[in-house]
Nanobody, 113 residues
Framework: VQLQASGGGLVQPGGSLRLSCAAS????????MGWYRQAPGKERELVAT???????NYANSLKGRFTISRDNAKNTVYLQMNSLKPEDTAVYYC????????WGQGTLVTVSS
């Protein structure tokens, strides 16, 4: 199983980034997919999840700025992040869940001027 996250980087406050997570070795269309993040010195926290049929769930504090989506044909889940703030700086991890839970390696997002 491999969850390959990409798209992180340095962005200025107010900017946007789109993260991608390409999955292999799982029955992607049956998995709940999600994104978590871990800021320096803090615990890992939920960002968003999306079910196989596209139902979404977001951390309350991120609703309206972040959008999770998936492409089952490409075995890929996305996280569109808009109006980024310095407090969004974190390592973002991709997650898949169906019977077992798998984590990707993470991609660093830094929001700074």
């Amino acid at each position: 199983v491999q969850l390959q996250a990409s798209g992180g980087g340095l962005v200025q406050p107010g900017g946007s980034l789109r993260l991608s997570c390409a999955a292999s070795g799982i029955m992607f269309s049956r998995n709940v997919m999600g994104w978590y993040r871990q800021a320096p010195g803090k615990e890992r926290e939920l960002v968003a999840t999306i079910t196989p049929v596209g139902s979404t769930n977001y951390a309350n504090s991120l609703k309206g700025r972040f959008t999770i989506s998936r492409d089952n044909a490409k075995n890929t889940v996305y996280l569109q992040m808009n109006s980024l703030k310095p407090e969004d700086t974190a390592v973002y991890y991709c997650l898949s869940q169906f019977i077992r839970t798998y984590w990707g390696q993470g991609t660093l997002v830094t929001v700074s001027s």
